[in-house]
């Protein structure tokens, strides 16, 4: 079975990275890895670490490039790859330009598209933007639909998807997350050497998100930089996202806070070891919400909405929102109450087990088979 495995960032990498090992490691299918560079050194860092080397690299990353460009982008520079190849499946993760344009033009060659982290919704199609409609769009291209949890499959059944075309799995950056936090490791950033993790109580940040882009930033950096103030034991670590808007925006807010490390980007593995030793965890990422429950961390996310309620459900996330007093209250709250911390730190993670990308290969057998039969 000839499946062509396509992803353009590095959040597409990093939980596609242990399904196409999977694949290349299975001798029932011939595995095939195109991808889009829609961000470049972010994703050759994960295919570096994960040790993959790409079939076909469209390598369409350009300045200032918007979404316009890379979805033309990626139909007109995958087109020659699915003619030539002619696979039988492909699959695309998730939520990118590059995840929608792949299954678009996948549909245009009539080859069946296979939609892993399927069936994530906010119902809100500027909330995350554009990645709410993306999902949207390749959810009703899709032949096959592997969805992390039954509420995903349940959204999907909701829009008219057949039940017969859905299957449980877990998330994949499980698998990834695992595989990348048994393996030793120190780190090499000066800051993250200098920190002693044993008796500071580290906060990591992840904050880009073009929602939260202007006001919301402010009201969420305040908020930290109020914690990091009133907490003499709490160090503050943020890779600052690459987008001049954000570090324009962490640079006034945090310049004169010495316990707020303003950091260039990690690549995934220091990132895993990062949030590993960190105490708490503040984000606007989707990922991170999957990911640190895995590592016993609570997550703050400062997101007026989720569409993973599931781990909100679970007791592994809150929604802090966007408000600056409302942030700063509930890492506080973690910060003094034990009891609430715990009751976030040992809550059970319900994306999976770390065998999601098994669960899919099956799948993708049994899906061939039942296509021979037909």
């Known amino acids: ?35 889009t560079a829609q961000h470049r050194e972010m994703l050759d860092q994960v295919l570096e670490l994960f040790q993959l080397r790409p079939d076909y690299d469209l390598n369409l990353m ?13 139909l007109t520079g995958i087109d020659e790859v699915l003619e030539k190849e002619k696979p039988d499946i492909v699959l695309v993760h998730g939520d990118t330009s590059t995840t929608f344009s ?22 809100d199609m500027y909330s995350p933007f554009p990645e709410e409609i993306n999902r949207v769009l390749t959810g009703h291209i899709a ?15 909701r829009e008219g998807i057949d039940p017969e075309k859905i299957i449980i799995t877990g998330n994949t950056v499980i698998d990834a997350l695992l595989e990348v936090a048994r393996k030793p490791y120190e780190f090499e950033n000066g800051v ?11 906060i990591a940040v992840t904050c880009h998100r073009r929602e939260n882009l202007g006001e919301y930033m402010h009201h969420i950096f305040e908020a930290i930089r109020d914690i990091a103030e009133e907490f003499e034991d709490v160090e503050v670590v943020y ?76 007791g592994t996330v809150k929604l ?19 009891a609430a911390y715990d009751s976030m730190a040992k809550a059970s993670n319900p994306y999976g087990d770390g065998k999601a990308c098994e669960k899919i290969l099956e799948a993708l057998k049994w899906a061939e088979n039942q296509s021979r039969k037909s």
Request: glycine share 6%; aromatic share 6%; net charge neutral.
């Open 192 to 202: 993250l050497k200098d920190i002693d993790f044993g008796e500071k109580r580290v």
């Open 239 to 314: 890779p600052v996202h690459m987008n001049p808007k954000v570090r324009e925006t962490a640079s006034e807010v945090f310049g004169s806070c010495p316990n707020v490390h303003m950091i260039e980007p990690l690549s995934y593995q220091p990132f895993v070891n990062l949030m590993a030793r960190s105490y708490l965890i503040i984000t606007d990422s989707g990922g991170m919400q999957e990911e640190a429950p895995s590592l016993g961390k609570p997550v703050l996310v400062v997101r007026k909405e989720t569409e993973r309620p599931e781990a909100l459900q679970a």
């Open 143 to 157: 032949s096959w639909h592997f969805a992390p949890t039954q509420r995903n499959r349940d959204n999907l059944i």
């Open 1 to 35: 079975m000839k499946v062509m495995s396509v992803f353009g960032t590095r959040p597409e990498a990093i939980k596609m990275a242990p399904l196409v090992k999977k694949l290349q490691e299975d001798p029932y299918f011939e595995s095939v890895l195109c991808v």
């Open 320 to 338: 802090a929102g966007v408000e600056r007093e409302n942030i700063a209250s509930l890492a506080r709250e973690l910060l003094t109450d034990r």
């Open 62 to 74: 350009k300045p200032n490039q918007t979404l316009s460009m890379i979805t033309a982008g990626v």
């Open 102 to 123: 792949a299954a678009l033009a996948a549909f245009y060659h009539k080859i069946p598209v296979g939609h892993v982290e399927a069936g994530l919704r906010t119902y």
